[in-house]
């Protein structure tokens, strides 16, 4: 009988396994005492772990793309100020976002970063003597780097970066080119850049590099997607244009309408829209005219003939007068008594010269008048408004009440009737899904909402904490303690079976070695304290085979 009830220990009984020894360590009275303890330590470091990570408010860049130097001197600087901070795997330095602003302005005031100079800083370290050619090619690097900030000051873009292509000025025209500049940007996540803001770029670039137009500028995304258009050269691209104006004007029209009728009938209480028919064709056109009567003379030519100056009639062989020798001269002497002069005979006047015939030709200026007319495009040729009113129930609008709203519609948009503009007014209820598609700000998109959210999680844990730790604790603590104060009187069950215990107090071992308790009493404590500890009652029971034996 005794080999019977005594457990095998030999050497070839395999040894338990952990999940055994496991369940046989927490068996142990001990470590079963100090359970709800360990279990209340965890769940307060659970809680205190699960604070630490709602609490910490989200981390903001810094800085990117900055030197190992730069990072350990900003990060001591930081230090110094007690202000947090860490390195993300893009080895970016990041900070709380309550604390970002703050970080800056302490980090600009000691002149961190301190990086390689950029902008128009690179022309204050040019060394005596450059080169013109290094000398331009820092100027370009200067307003590269410059263009770049300046676009990195759109929320949407994280880095850019320009590139600048500027030929050398020639003197002979057929070898100009024109600069061209491309530009590269590298997103916010989940960001993207709206038309008019590429336009912005754009026209940013053209107009800081003198003789630099917009069609010139390439923009590129990290993505490498091709983000600014032709400029309209192809006929997609002017239909896009087109399209993008009306848009535009539409736009403008409604913004109008919602500034008049939302403090008057209230936001979501009425729907707009507008249909405007815009010119958008460029027309020019000239004209000339001519004044007839205000006639000047601008040139003259002709020719006429006439009679020779010694009456004879032109003949002779032409070009034998220059070889003819001029007739001998003679020399009169002045005469004192006047004989002389008396005998030498006075020769005769020529006959006048007559005009026998002419020929002219003669150039008079006409006054001109040149006017030259050229239509911008985007005047409006017609104008369709539409306007609904939200009709409570049982409160139907008045016909003077609609007028007065029409009245004010004609007003607002500038109603011309040579135009054949039309507006209409009309009051009806909604329905449901309308009601139900007004959409506002999102509630969750408060600023509100986050911390909220934050203590909210903070007032569960510490909740789940007092009841699920602290308490189970606390009633385990006092059930001990009233257990411990009073004795066991009446006996757990009879011999026979019968009848079940309506609660099994706690048996220690001075129980069960008083001998002032009866025999059923005896026989309950030795039940109970073979429920509460099996392991023991088992290491008892061995231990009296064993003496049994000897």
Do not use: C
């Not at 902008?119 to 307003?143: H, K």
């Not at 969750?444 to 730790?469: D, H, K, Q």
């Amino acid at each position: 009988m005794s080999n019977t009830l005594t457990p095998t220990t030999t050497a070839g009984t395999p040894a338990r396994g952990p999940l055994q020894q496991l369940t046989g360590l927490l068996g142990q009275p001990a470590v079963k005492r100090s359970l709800p303890f360990v279990f209340l330590v965890g769940l307060v470091l659970a809680g205190f772990l699960a604070w630490s990570m709602v609490s910490t408010s989200p981390q903001r860049i810094l800085f990117a793309n900055v030197g190992d130097a730069d990072k350990a001197a900003i990060s001591s600087a930081l230090q110094g100020a007690s202000i947090a901070n860490s390195i993300d795997a893009s080895g970016s330095i990041t900070v709380a976002e309550d604390d970002y602003h703050k970080a800056r302005m302490l980090l600009a005031s000691e002149g961190l970063p301190k990086a390689a100079p950029g902008g128009y800083a690179i022309l204050d370290n040019l060394p005596m003597g450059v080169s013109r050619a290094v000398e331009g090619e820092r100027m370009r690097q200067a307003r590269e780097t410059e263009l770049a900030r300046s676009i990195q000051e759109i929320d949407a873009v994280a880095e850019a970066r320009v590139h600048l292509a500027t030929p050398e000025a020639s003197a002979f025209v057929r070898d100009r080119a024109a600069p061209s500049a491309s530009v590269i940007l590298k997103l916010q996540p989940g960001r993207a850049l709206a038309d008019a803001q590429i336009r912005a770029i754009v026209n940013l670039v053209a107009s800081s590099v003198p003789g630099m137009q917009p069609d010139a500028v390439t923009i590129v995304d990290q993505m490498g997607a091709l983000l600014s258009k032709s400029g309209g050269k192809d006929g997609a691209s002017a239909g896009d244009t087109r399209i993008d104006f009306q848009r535009r004007v539409e736009d403008k029209y409604r913004e109008q309408l919602a500034q008049l009728l939302t403090p008057m009938i209230g936001v979501g209480n009425f729907t707009a829209e507008v249909q405007a028919d815009v010119d958008l064709d460029e027309s020019q056109a000239t004209r000339e005219s001519y004044d007839k009567q205000g006639q000047v003379m601008r040139a003259e030519q002709g020719a006429w003939t006439g009679t020779s100056k010694d009456g004879q009639a032109p003949g002779g062989i032409p070009g034998t007068l220059s070889n003819t020798p001029p007739p001998a001269s003679t020399l009169v002497a002045p005469n004192a008594g006047g004989a002389t002069a008396s005998a030498t005979p006075t020769a005769p006047a020529p006959p006048p010269q007559t005009r026998q015939s002419d020929s002219f030709t003669r150039t008079y200026e006409t006054g001109k008048e040149i006017s030259v007319t050229r239509a911008t495009p985007g005047n409006v040729r017609r104008l369709s408004v539409a306007v609904l009113l939200r009709e409570e129930p049982g409160k139907p609008r008045g016909i003077a009440e609609i007028n007065q709203i029409n009245e004010l519609v004609r007003a607002t948009v500038g109603y011309n009737a040579q135009r054949q503009d039309q507006v209409t007014v009309v009051s009806r209820k909604f329905s449901a899904a309308a009601d139900a598609g007004k959409t506002g700000a999102a509630w969750y998109e408060a600023e509100w909402v986050p911390m909220a959210a934050r203590n909210t999680t903070a007032l569960v844990i510490a909740l789940l904490v007092l009841f699920l730790g602290v308490r189970p604790l606390t009633r385990a603590l006092l059930k001990k303690r009233d257990d411990a104060t009073q004795r066991p009187g009446l006996p757990i069950g009879n011999p026979n079976g019968e009848g079940v215990p309506a609660a099994v107090p706690s048996v220690s071992i001075d129980m069960l070695e008083d001998r002032g308790n009866s025999y059923d009493d005896r026989v309950g404590l030795v039940r109970g304290f073979t429920r509460e500890n099996p392991a023991r009652a088992a290491l008892a029971v061995r231990d009296m085979i064993k003496a049994d034996a000897a």
